[in-house]
């Protein structure tokens, strides 16, 4: 897998690509999904507590994948759906892909407060993040960030959430990882000095894409 770095819109570019080629935006978002699991499984590898924070795009998918996982490994897995229902389809598909498993579904944020967690998985926004946080993201971003400073460590998937992928701006709020794994390429927020230090150590893991199929930018 070569060194690329690519704005939010060539990496849309990349996935229609990968898709064109026969490997289905499902099959992306699960390997990407098990791709963050395998990291986090570096860091422990026992089960233990895990909170995943979900928002209703794509990366709340990739969150999904992370869950059901976490839990066929043991895990005691909580879901944080932090913006409601999923809405994309691959979403959707992932999170009925729970249901037949022991995952904790919670829609409160105030409820998790108090609870313990060893690990937080951030998958509130990745690239289809813009602007300021709203209500429901300033909340959820608030509720990773005090877990974090009570010593659980946060895994942001693709990117932590609240900044945006291609300026690297970060808005009021915004969640703090340990540990960040992208996907097939960096992105310029991995890289800008802004957003940098709030991604932790960074891994770019392959989700299947070819390099041979990379459209030239
Ligand atoms: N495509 C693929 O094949 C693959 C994609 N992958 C994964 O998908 C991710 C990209 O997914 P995505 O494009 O669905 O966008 P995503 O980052 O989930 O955010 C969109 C949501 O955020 C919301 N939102 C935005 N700004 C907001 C704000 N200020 N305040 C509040 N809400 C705000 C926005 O809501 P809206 O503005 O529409 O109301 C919408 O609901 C990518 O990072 C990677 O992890 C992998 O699975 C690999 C395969
Ligand atoms: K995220």
Redesign the pocket.
């Known amino acids: 897998m070569k060194h690329r770095i690519v704005t939010a819109a060539q990496m ?1 570019e990349i ?1 229609r690509t990968g898709d064109a080629h026969g490997l289905p ?1 499902l099959q ?2 699960e390997n ?2 098990l791709a963050a699991y395998a990291e986090l499984q570096k860091q422990f590898p026992h089960p233990g507590s895990l909170l995943v924070v979900c ?8 969150g999904f994948v992370i869950a059901r996982a976490a839990a066929k490994d043991g895990w005691n897995v909580t879901a944080l759906l932090a ?1 409601g229902e999923p ?2 389809t ?1 979403a959707i598909t992932n999170f009925e892909r729970l249901h037949s498993l022991s995952v904790n579904i919670c829609a409160d944020c105030t409820v998790l407060e108090t609870q313990h967690f060893d690990v937080v998985v951030d998958a509130l ?10 209500p ?2 300033l909340a959820a971003c608030g509720l990773m960030n005090r877990l974090h400073k009570s010593g659980a460590f946060v895994l942001a ?3 932590p959430s609240g900044i945006n992928t291609d300026t690297g701006e970060v ?1 009021e709020g915004a969640a703090h990882a340990d540990l960040t794994v992208t ?1 097939d390429s960096y992105k310029p927020l991995h890289v800008v000095e802004s957003s940098a230090p709030l991604c932790g150590k960074i891994v770019c893991s392959d ?1 299947g894409i070819r390099d041979e199929w990379h459209p030239e930018f």
Request: glycine share 24%; net charge negative; aromatic share 10%.
């Open positions: 849309k996935e935006y992306m978002m990407a999904g928002g209703k795009g794509n990366n709340g998918g990739d913006e809405k994309t691959d926004y990745g690239t289809g993040f813009h602007g300021a946080l709203r429901s993201g998937v693709d990117l808005a996907f989700i």
